[in-house]
């Protein structure tokens, strides 16, 4: 069932160039069914017979929806954007939130939701929308919350998904505690699932995994794509009905997120190789979903350099509220977690530590899924991903919530907010309802 | 459809800068744009004309591949004594510049701000203001105006500072930079203290933002390029003296150094770039409080970008070697454009644009991790920076680096020039010339003003620890123990 995404912003635009090639790629790769294909694009009367992604692309200036459309059409690929599907305007969102959300959101309300509109009849059902913005900046941010509203309001049906990058926290955009926390306080009421990419996690990654000595954002973007595509591609559930999931987005939105105050979704992808050394690796499942299951106990996105010490079944692990979390290694926790194994002899690996209640809140009622795919991802062997409802979003939001305090405290830069509309009292509501998000977290 | 920075250029500096900020921006875009077309990127600074019909008729970018006819600069030229711009006009960029767009008198503003803000500001305010007018018309989403000028002096200073007030009460939606060239203390013009005070007071409430450069800088940032040259140059056995320094004009030089700063600031405005900075996302990041907005500029590599008989062994003696190298550069004192330490005050915020297709995030943040320590920042900002990556390089070098700063060392600048204006003002001199034209309350409101602003820049200069910040309760679980 077709899931329209939209790219939103610079930071958006880019990451879904990345995200709809590499889908093509895995796609080419292995006969996944017509409907794989069928819930990213189109075959498109507009694109010359080839496939059309459905995919609306919004910025406030020209270039990288430009440059974004230029590059899928010199791909050479078998998909290419649509010809009409996109809006721009001329002069940015200057990184101002309040621009993006007030100033430009009710401007192209109409425009936007008409080229919505238009990939929605196109496609003969629906699952929802994919919403993919960085929060630092100020289309991204502002633009993409009030688009997610705009969707909420005129399609209530339809699941709303948002994968959002935060951003390095030794700062790429000055006003980035005060984007990134606007951004989440709204997404948490209008959006069935946040999955957040950290751009630092991606930075590292990079560096320490794949090789890269100096990441730059296509490299970032690389990664983050793979690991979306990783739970997005089609699997087939393991359970006693052994059935195939309809729509992973759908899917996966509906079993993680049961709560209404917890949407905050990580992902961790694995392995991490840099593309010459996967014919030289051996791969067995033990060691996968043994790294994997570590990751998720320390709360880790990182393939290496975890503590292997911490253990959820010891008493520094036992349950218990108190300390914030960064100030002791606690053990990580979930609402619910899903587990994706792809590659050779993935619907018979042994899963039961995953199964670990320690691993889980108590009043989950389904705590763990898992699917697979007999197909290989990405040329590796066997590999596996998680998508986890848990606390590892605590971390960076009270670091930038640190950071907002001080700037609010001392007024700085509340002029540039205030000149479209936004007052104290917008922030100190915004601040608030993050502090709620966090604290249930942290108790869990 | 493009984003267009109209360039108004005042009195005799403001038009001298314009002057090679046209010649180098000419060279910038032939260099990249090698199959002559007209695309977006220069339709920011140019439009493009077709003078085969009468009267010429502007043509669009429409898909970006339609060939250039003749090329016009976005620029309004104002002086109020016309010897400079007659020569601008004879020379090569003749054919650049339109007298469509040309406001001038004969006699000259006297060097005196009040002669040319009162008597000549509002003499000219419907010339001034209708040929504005025509070249925001031309536009299709005109984002900033671009000022340049100089403080100390008559028509610069006055009549700049008249129009940047026009500005903003016209066109109250677009940016207003200015790009000030403040007096050094040798400055030749003895009441350059009183115009540059009341200037700069105009200046703090009626610009978005300004970029102040002193003469001292540029005169030392070219002393000093030109003896490295000369050592290169004498070192590798080249002979003939400096790559053709001996035919340039004293000021040409310095001229480049100031017009650079403007193309290095556009460069994400008009080329493509991982990470693109627009000049609202300048204003927005590094402008904390409206009125502090002075932003100290530092870019590296500092050399005019060299003609063509100067590329050689010489100019690549000179470029720093790496990119790290180049941030190093621009957090010196040497770099700076105005005569200030930045690393001795505090740091509201920094922003980098990183040019040069090998420049990546990770460069830039391995570099901001390691000089970040050095740097004293203000305690709410104590790890941000605004940064940017445009992919396109500045001609004659493979990476380029621009730093705007938004740093208290302003202070000490003002104060100088509080100090130079109070030399004079204690005495009243010169001030029955000024008086023909205002009252004497217009000095003591200049100096408040300033004086504020200067007061508000010091107060965050010692602001590096924070105070102790009460916490929000999460409003849902108040009645859990804090």
């Given amino acids: 069932m077709p899931v329209i995404t939209l790219q939103l912003g610079q930071c958006g635009n880019q990451l879904g160039c990345s995200f709809f090639s590499t889908l093509a790629g895995e796609l080419s790769a292995n006969d996944y069914g017509f409907d794989a294909v069928n819930e990213y694009y189109r075959a498109g009367p507009d694109t010359a017979g080839l496939y059309t992604a459905r995919s609306v692309l919004i910025d406030m200036e020209p270039k990288v929806v430009a440059g974004a459309r230029a590059s899928a059409a010199a791909s050479g690929s078998w998909w290419r954007y649509s010809s009409s599907g996109y809006l721009v305007m001329q002069s940015g969102s200057g990184n101002n939130w309040a621009q993006g959300f007030h100033g430009y959101g009710p401007r192209v309300h109409e425009a936007a939701l008409e080229l919505v509109r238009r990939e929605v009849e196109a496609a003969d059902s629906l699952t929802g929308f994919l919403l993919l913005q960085s929060m630092a900046g100020g289309t991204g941010a502002g633009l993409g919350t009030y688009v997610a509203q705009a969707l909420r309001d005129e399609y209530h049906s339809a699941f709303i998904t948002n994968c959002c990058v935060w951003p390095y926290e030794s700062g790429e955009v000055i006003v980035q505690p005060y984007n990134t926390l606007f951004t989440l306080s709204h997404l948490s009421d209008l959006s069935d699932g946040i999955v957040l990419l950290e751009n630092e996690a991606l930075h590292l990654t990079c560096a320490r995994l794949m090789g890269i000595p100096r990441p730059s954002f296509a490299d970032m973007n690389g990664i983050a794509a793979r690991a979306m595509a990783s739970v997005l591609l089609p699997s087939r559930l393991r359970g006693p009905t052994n059935s195939s999931t309809t729509s992973p987005l759908a899917d996966l939105v509906t079993q993680l997120c049961p709560h209404p105050a917890y949407r905050m979704l990580t992902l961790r992808a694995i392995p991490q190789l840099p593309p010459a050394s996967i014919d030289f690796t051996t791969f067995t499942w033990p060691a996968i979903l043994k790294r994997l299951r570590q990751m998720l106990v320390t709360g880790s996105v990182l393939e290496e350099g975890m503590d292997w010490s911490i253990n959820p079944h010891s008493p520094a692990g036992a349950r218990g509220t108190g300390a914030t979390c960064g100030s002791s290694p606690r053990v990580n926790r979930a609402v619910a977690n899903w587990l994706v194994l792809r590659g050779q002899g993935a619907g018979d690996v042994d899963v039961g530590e995953f199964a670990d209640p320690a691993l889980t809140s108590a009043w989950t009622v389904d705590p763990l899924s898992v699917s697979y795919n007999p197909a290989k991802f990405g040329r590796c062997l066997m590999s596996a991903s998680l998508l986890s409802n848990d606390r590892r979003c605590v971390g960076p939001i009270e670091r930038m919530q640190e950071c907002a305090y001080g700037m609010l405290a001392s007024r700085a830069f509340v002029h540039q907010y205030e000149a479209y509309g936004m007052s104290i009292s917008d922030f100190t509501a915004c601040f608030a309802r993050i502090e709620d998000i966090a604290q249930r977290y942290v108790r869990l | ?482």
């Fill in chain 2, 1 to 482: 459809m493009p984003r267009e920075l109209v360039t108004i250029q005042v009195g005799q500096c403001g038009n001298q800068v314009g002057c090679r900020f046209w010649e180098l921006a000419l060279r910038e875009h032939a260099a990249y744009n090698t199959k002559g077309v007209y695309d977006e990127a220069l339709s920011s600074f140019f439009r493009n004309v077709d003078t085969r019909v009468e009267p010429p008729r502007n043509l669009p970018v429409g898909d970006g591949r339609g060939p250039i006819r003749t090329l016009k600069a976005r620029s309004v030229i104002v002086d109020m004594e016309c010897g400079v711009i007659n020569e601008m006009l004879k020379g090569p960029l003749g054919e650049v510049l339109d007298t469509r767009q040309l406001v001038s008198d004969v006699s000259g503003a006297g060097n005196n701000w009040a002669h040319g803000h009162h008597m000549y500001g509002p003499q000219y305010h419907d010339a001034i203001l209708d040929k504005i007018r025509l070249t925001t018309e031309d536009c299709d989403s005109l984002q900033s105006f671009m000022l340049l000028h100089s403080l100390g002096g008559g028509t610069g200073s006055g009549v700049g500072t008249y129009i940047v007030q026009m500005l903003a009460d016209e066109f109250p939606n677009v940016f207003r930079f200015t790009g000030s060239v403040f007096p050094s203390e040798e400055d030749d013009v003895v009441t350059s203290p009183y115009n540059a005070l009341l200037a700069l007071g105009q200046l703090v409430e009626h610009a978005d933002c300004v970029l102040p450069i002193e003469n001292q800088s540029l005169i030392e940032i070219v002393n000093r390029t030109e003896a490295a040259r000369e050592k290169a140059a004498g070192g590798s056995g080249a002979g003939g003296g400096s790559g053709g320094g001996g035919n340039r004009k004293p000021f040409d030089s310095m001229n480049s150094v100031a017009a650079s700063l403007l193309l290095h600031m556009t460069a994400s405005v008009r080329f493509e770039g991982p990470l693109n900075v627009d000049l609202n996302d300048i204003t927005m990041n590094l402008v904390p409080y409206p009125r502090m907005h002075f932003l100290l500029s530092a870019m590296s590599p500092l050399e005019p970008p060299p003609r063509e008989k100067d590329v050689g062994r010489q100019v690549l003696a000179l470029q720093p070697r790496t990119l790290d190298q180049v941030f190093g550069e621009v957090f010196s004192r040497e770099h700076q454009l105005i005569r200030a330490d930045p690393r001795n005050a505090t740091y509201l915020a920094c922003g980098l644009i990183a040019r040069g297709p090998a420049a990546t995030i990770s460069d830039i943040n391995r570099n901001v991790a390691r000089l970040r320590p050095q740097l004293r920042m203000v305690h709410w900002n104590s790890e941000g920076f605004k940064l940017g990556i445009c992919s396109t390089p500045p001609v004659g070098s493979p990476f380029g680096l621009l730093c705007l700063a938004n740093n208290t060392a302003i202070a000490s600048t003002f104060t100088t020039m509080r100090e130079r204006f109070d030399k004079l003002y204690r005495r009243r001199f010169y001030t029955h010339h000024y008086e023909q034209f205002m009252e004497l309350s217009g000095f003591e409101s200049a100096l408040e003003v300033v004086g504020d602003l200067t007061g508000q820049y010091l107060q965050l200069e010692g602001a590096t620890r924070p105070p102790a910040i009460t916490r929000l309760r999460p409003r849902g679980l108040s009645f859990l123990p804090l």
